[in-house]
Every structure is written in C-alpha cells, then in structure tokens.
C-alpha cells in the first residue's frame, strides 16, 4: 500500500482544497428596455421588463 514519504504541509493542504470553494463573479446583462443592469433571465428590477414585454407593472417614482 503506498504511504506519503512526507507530511503534506498546512499551506499546500489548504492551497489544494481552495480552488473547491471558488467563487464566481455575478454575470450582469444591460436591460433591452432601460439600459440598467440586470441578472440574465430575469425581470429588470428598474422597469420591470423582460424579452420585450412588461412582466413587473412598476409605477414611476415622485
């Protein structure tokens, strides 16, 4: 049975099990409508519009 020859060290360990918890930066996509950013496959959170159409009725702020 094979057996390490030498101890594996804090920081290599560590630096090993890092890249599972790697995180992705959040893709954003201007809205067709407004221009704002938006997530991809939803409702713009400004206007409320998705793929061309009106899903969120938002009422203009005063």
Do not use: F, Q, W
């Not at 221009?35 to 409320?48: F, V």
């Amino acid at each position: 049975m094979a057996v390490p020859k030498r101890r594996t060290t804090r920081s290599k360990r560590n630096m090993r099990r890092a890249n599972h918890d790697k995180v992705t930066p959040v893709n954003l996509v201007a809205c067709a409508n407004c221009g704002e950013p938006s997530l991809p496959h939803r409702a713009c959170a400004s206007c409320g519009h998705y793929k061309g159409r009106e899903i969120v009725a938002k009422t203009p702020k005063s």
